[in-house]
């Protein structure tokens, strides 16, 4: 059974619980304190649980007390769990209401022929079923999630090493810290690396912050998966980052973040004293975290809204402070339509920490793969291949040899790739919002779906903002009553 069976099949486990009115966010993290208890025994972890508490003692259960068992071992698990196990079960509880549905839940997942899901990858098993819920428009995780072969390219461009200390402050689900780990492992052979590059690599290189409980509980456990060390000084820790919490994280060699968009909740500033701009604005303080959180000679690969490159006042103080203190020699801007917030316009900065605080950005250049490129989404995937131009420009040939900055050749300036000066970019008080290709990328009326086809897309987006909208409805309500 191949690993996309596998995800299927526990994908399709969420019918089960529709009539309990689980969302598939919630099914996720239901599927999350199951799958930990299996994946223990799968992976000879079951030391980290109590001995009355483990997946065969679930299993052992009659169906009417299989329910409150489970519900038994949340609450235990939660309040008096060490390590990882606490952390995945804090503040649990299920969504499951009847006996039945857990037994049956517990039933399909012993089935599941589990020696080969290892073979194949209990770590891509789990990236999977976050991915699946990502795709899934009503779930609302897929509305900034960076979609994996973007996180490939960035990754690839970037070349993280195992000397590197890596820290994403808008960690998700870890996708880009799962991503620089298996570059690496792929990249470097550890049998010849000293005792002290293994535990410095194992402890002290991979670092991340999530403000959501929920999303926090996915991470580690795909961490877990992919064999990521999560209990000792590094790993993902639950908390904001826009906080003191952030202002603490270890700095970085390699930043590799898709940071929120928006406003801060309420408008109000963030509550941290190191920032020269204070703003509400999550993606200018996010922004200031990571090039204020870079060591010298650092480096950074961003995704951040088009806003950022224009946005006047305290967003062109913000610019300029960065091009002072580091060298942003890249911003790519990508196409639209890869995440399903369809406004949303977004690109990558690429940049380092200078030696010095002035004058590090002498020129930047702009990779446009918006103009005249194919609207994605469910019609046309973004591949890998897509960023393959982009790559060879940037200076990584298909074969990975690096190629330094410096021998980026200018052809006459032509084609998707434009270097602008330090006083070009002055000239235009500063905006980054640079673009010269002419946008023929109009769609053919004859190419159009035919109108039932769209009439259903446009009836399924309004289901996927409904159900958002519901959700935050009953979260308002649940902060009222608490």
């Not at 490159?309 to 305290?314: H, S």
Request: net charge negative; proline share 4%.
């Amino acid at each position: 059974m191949s690993t996309q069976d596998i995800v299927g099949k526990l994908w399709n486990l969420c019918n089960v619980l529709k009539d309990d009115g689980v969302t598939y966010q919630q099914y996720v993290t239901e599927l999350t304190y199951l799958l930990f208890l299996k994946m223990a025994e799968e992976t000879g972890q079951e030391d980290k649980l109590p001995e009355s508490r483990r997946w065969k003692d679930l299993v052992a259960q009659s169906a009417p007390d299989r329910l409150r068992f489970y519900e038994d071992l949340l609450r235990d698990f939660g309040r008096e769990g060490k390590g990882i196990v606490q952390e995945i079960y804090a503040n649990s509880s299920t969504f499951i209401k009847k006996p039945a549905t857990l037994s049956m839940l517990v039933t399909e997942i012993a089935k599941i022929d589990w020696y080969s899901a290892k073979a194949e990858g209990l770590g891509d098993l789990y990236e999977g079923l976050l991915q699946k819920n990502a795709n899934e428009k009503k779930s609302g995780a897929g509305q900034y999630f960076t979609p994996r072969v973007l996180i490939d390219s960035m990754v690839a461009v970037m070349q993280p090493s195992p000397d590197d200390i890596i820290q994403d402050p808008a960690a998700g689900t870890g996708g880009f810290l799962i991503a620089a780990h298996h570059y690496i492992d792929t990249h470097h052979d550890k049998t010849v690396w000293t005792e002290a590059q293994q535990k410095k690599y194992a402890q002290s290189t991979f670092y991340g912050m999530e403000h959501v409980q929920d999303t926090h509980r996915l991470a580690l456990m795909n961490l877990m998966l992919h064999g990521i060390d999560n209990e000792g000084e590094a790993g993902i820790n639950y908390g904001d980052t826009l906080s003191p919490q952030g202002a603490a994280l270890k700095k970085a060699t390699l930043m590799l973040t898709n940071p929120p968009f928006g406003t801060k909740k309420g408008g109000g500033l963030p509550d941290r004293d190191d920032f020269t701009y204070p703003t509400s604005n999550k993606q200018f303080a996010f922004l200031q975290h990571i090039y204020r959180g870079l060591r010298e000679g650092g480096r950074a690969a961003v995704v951040l809204p088009d806003n950022v490159l224009f946005e006047g006042n305290i967003g062109k103080s913000i610019r300029a402070d960065l091009m002072d203190k580091c060298n942003l020699h890249t911003i790519l801007r990508l196409p639209t339509g890869i995440f399903y917030a369809q406004g949303v316009k977004t690109n990558v900065l690429f940049f380092t920490r200078g030696k010095t605080d002035k004058g590090n950005t002498k020129e930047v250049w702009f990779y446009d793969m918006r103009a005249n490129m194919p609207q994605f989404g469910k019609r046309t995937e973004l591949k890998r291949n897509h960023f393959t131009d982009f790559e060879i420009a940037y200076g990584i040939d298909p074969r990975g040899a690096p190629t330094s900055l410096s021998k980026r050749i200018d052809a006459g300036d032509q084609g998707r790739f434009r270097r602008f000066t330090r006083t070009q970019i002055s000239e235009r008080n500063d905006s980054l919002d640079i673009s010269w290709l002419k946008d023929d990328s109009v769609e053919d009326v004859a190419d159009l779906p035919a109108p039932g086809v769209l009439a259903q897309e446009a009836k399924g987006e309004l289901e996927a903002a409904l159900a958002e909208l519901q959700g935050l409805v009953e979260a308002l309500g649940t902060e009222i009553e608490a």
